[in-house]
């Protein structure tokens, strides 16, 4: 079981005042939950750095003050089966970047409140999960995240926000929608967020003509929140759909 190797490394960081495991070029096979610890990095090689991730396990960080994930590869089975979801943050503060996820229900969940303190998610690569109720990335209850700048391709949802994920930063992603998706970005019952500068493309969208109409069943950018800010997004086919209060969505192009 390489997760309980991975977890003694982590525990013993943790227990000297924090620092970094580093994890070598090569295919780890996980069998249990990655417990991460405060003030820990876990850190790879890239793309050769790959966890295989077994049914319902995860990297899980809970009540943490501060922790970095970064360079890894994160590999499910299944966008459909499953796992359920590739990382875990409930109650935590975190730097999650540069990592390549794919194959999961849901990628990456942040969940719970965190005040004073800053989750940040960017750079990464999210591919074919968000299928069967799953999402590309999930904050659910809660503030102050800031997901900026990472690719996802082939997530029925690709950011989603509910359950007061409130005064959150989704900024400079692009997102890659197929047929079957249903929302690039949801906003369900959020407040104060700003939604800018992200860009939604459908597989089958001429990129070079802003205006090229495309048919498909989801939504670019879905707002049921209340004053929240969406501008500067560019869609490729479909424009923003507002149905909160009190919303500013202006200078979006579709």
Known sequence: NTASQINAAILAC???????????EGTYNIEGNITMRDNVTLAG???????????????DLNGLSWANINNLYLSGASR?????????????????????????????????KKHNE??????????????NGGYGIKLAGYQGAIITNNKLYDCRTGICLMGGADRNIIQGN????????NAA????????????????????ADTTQID???????????IAGQQNIAQGNTSFGKAPVNEGTSNDVKDNKY
């Open 14 to 24: 943790n227990n000297t005042g924090g620092g970094r495991v580093m994890l070598l």
């Open 45 to 59: 090689q890239g793309m050769g750095s790959r966890i295989v991730v077994d049914t319902s396990r995860r990297i």
């Open 80 to 112: 459909m089966v499953g796992p359920s979801i590739a990382i875990q943050l409930t109650n935590s503060a975190a730097v999650i970047h540069d990592c390549y996820i794919q194959g999961f229900v849901t990628a990456i969940s942040i969940d719970g």
């Open 118 to 131: 800053m989750t940040e998610v960017r750079d990464c690569y999210i591919r074919e999960c968000g299928y």
């Open 174 to 181: 692009c997102i890659n929608m197929k047929a079957t998706n």
């Open 185 to 204: 970005i949801h906003l369900t019952t959020s407040s104060y967020c700003v939604i800018s500068n992200n860009v939604i493309m459908h597989e089958n």
């Open 212 to 222: 090229n109409p495309v048919t498909w069943d989801g939504y670019s950018l879905y």
